[in-house]
């Protein structure tokens, strides 16, 4: 069975940094890309950023390029997204997901249908 669980959330106010944390299980993580999304109340599911295990590549989405990092461990099956310089508009549940198809993403962006294991997600809040 695929689990994976988030950690890391927390109010913090803007300009403030917050480091996720995606745990994954039931996989062969490498064969695997992990991505985050978000969600605000009210608004659709948008990807965040999204790395590849077998290569290492990744891809942001245009709204957070320069503020956060994606990057994975491997050895811990563990995936991390590092938030610096945190808007308001970062609010949401954040969720990771898990790609078997590593066809994720594109110049578009991210395709969430491609992700089919979800994590529970954590809650970002981000006060002005």
């Known amino acids: 069975e695929v689990q994976l669980v988030e950690s890391g959330g927390g109010l913090v106010q803007a300009g403030g940094s917050l480091r996720l944390s995606c745990v994954a299980s039931?996989?062969?993580?490498?064969?695997?890309?992990i991505g985050w999304f978000r969600q605000a109340p009210g608004k659709e599911r948008e990807g965040v950023s999204s790395?590849?295990?077998?290569?290492?590549?990744?891809y942001y989405a245009d709204s957070v390029k320069g503020r956060f990092t994606i990057s994975s461990d491997n050895a811990k099956n563990t995936v991390y997204l590092q938030m610096n310089s945190l808007k308001p508009e970062d609010t949401g549940l954040y969720y990771c997901?898990?790609?078997?198809?590593?066809?994720?993403?594109?110049?578009?962006?991210?395709?969430?249908?491609?992700?089919?294991?979800w994590g529970q997600g954590t809650q970002v809040t981000v006060s002005s």
């Open positions: 997901a898990a790609d078997a198809s590593d066809q994720g993403w594109s110049r578009t962006g991210m395709h969430l249908h491609f992700y089919d294991s």
């Open positions: 039931g996989i062969t993580f490498e064969d695997y890309a």
């Open positions: 790395i590849s295990n077998s290569d290492g590549s990744t």
